[in-house]
């Protein structure tokens, strides 16, 4: 499998993370992971929202689910390969406002873009279990544009149910695992996954150009999402230097725009938002 824990791969390959962008590589292996924090609403590998156990006021979370649209990538750099991931999961996020305590577990679901050093952009779906290695879903061909729904619940003590659709397509792929959780955050988010170069080099993969990420319809624990401006995560760079951010949390708080390389992010209009719109009215229809 192409992609690799964090967790457990890198105390095998006696590496330590480096928050420095990675090189272009000819051959990668690249894997999710928990947040890289540094400091309130800052990290290097994570950009969206981000609900904490404490934050929340005790808060526990055993289902989580969002809908969103493909972003389009493209190269940022000529001639050098980028990643990034777009995801909704449990743990692995921060436990505080501030912070200080962050989750190791983590189970999340989500689709890939990724633009390789000819500048040839690749997209697919994949859900994973940290310490496991993550798992690419076989026969669903993701497309830009199309758009996704993920869902996350626990059907029995610490057995989860995860599910994958491609709503444009009408593709669905569910899969039911025992995973001990934390149960103590909830996140949906726009990630730069972790990449070890074929040489060892470690670091976190360069983002690509992205279209704006429309997040959409985020539930947890079954219940709107309720996201506040506080629950926000800029990812940047080890100069602290903004390479993606969210806007604020749309008018009904299900939902947010994420920008890549950029400082601010407009937030989508309910009614406007051409991405957000799009999800909406096949939710509704979903619902008749």
């Not at 800052?42 to 904490?52: D, F, L, M, P, R």
């Not at 491609?166 to 730069?192: G, M, N, R």
């Not at 390389?261 to 989508?268: I, Q």
Request: proline share 6%.
């Amino acid at each position: 499998m192409r992609r690799l824990a964090v967790a457990a791969l890198m105390p095998l390959l006696g590496l330590s993370l480096s928050a420095q962008p990675a090189r272009a590589v000819t051959t990668a292996t690249f894997f999710h992971r928990p947040i890289l924090s540094v400091g309130a609403n800052k990290s290097n590998n994570w950009s969206g929202y981000n609900q904490g156990f404490l934050e929340q006021g005790g808060r526990s979370f055993t289902s989580v689910s969002g809908d969103w649209i493909v972003p389009t990538a493209t190269a940022h750099t000529k001639g050098t390969a980028a990643y990034s991931a777009t995801w909704t999961g449990i743990g692995g996020g921060c436990v505080d406002a501030s912070c200080g305590f962050t989750d190791p577990t983590l189970i999340q679901a989500g689709t890939e873009q990724d633009v390789d050093s000819s500048g040839k952009a690749t997209y697919s779906a994949w859900w994973e279990v940290i310490p496991l290695p993550s798992t690419t879903i076989s026969g669903m061909t993701v497309s830009a544009g199309d758009h996704m729904h993920v869902a996350i619940g626990q059907t029995a003590p610490q057995v989860w149910s995860i599910t994958v659709q491609d709503v444009s397509k009408k593709h669905s792929f569910t899969q039911l695992i025992p995973y001990s959780s934390s149960y103590a955050t909830a996140e949906w988010i726009e990630e730069t996954p972790v990449i070890i170069s074929n040489s060892g080099n470690v670091g976190v993969g360069p983002l690509p150009n992205l279209s704006t990420v429309n997040f959409d319809l985020a539930t947890a624990n079954d219940a709107n999402a309720k996201l506040k401006p506080s629950e926000e995560i800029q990812l940047v760079d080890s100069n602290n230097k903004p390479l993606a951010t969210p806007s604020s949390p749309d008018t009904d708080t299900d939902g947010f725009n994420d920008c890549a390389y950029a400082s601010s992010c407009a937030a989508p209009s309910t009614s406007s938002s051409t991405a957000g719109h799009g999800v909406r009215q096949h939710h509704a229809a979903r619902r008749r």
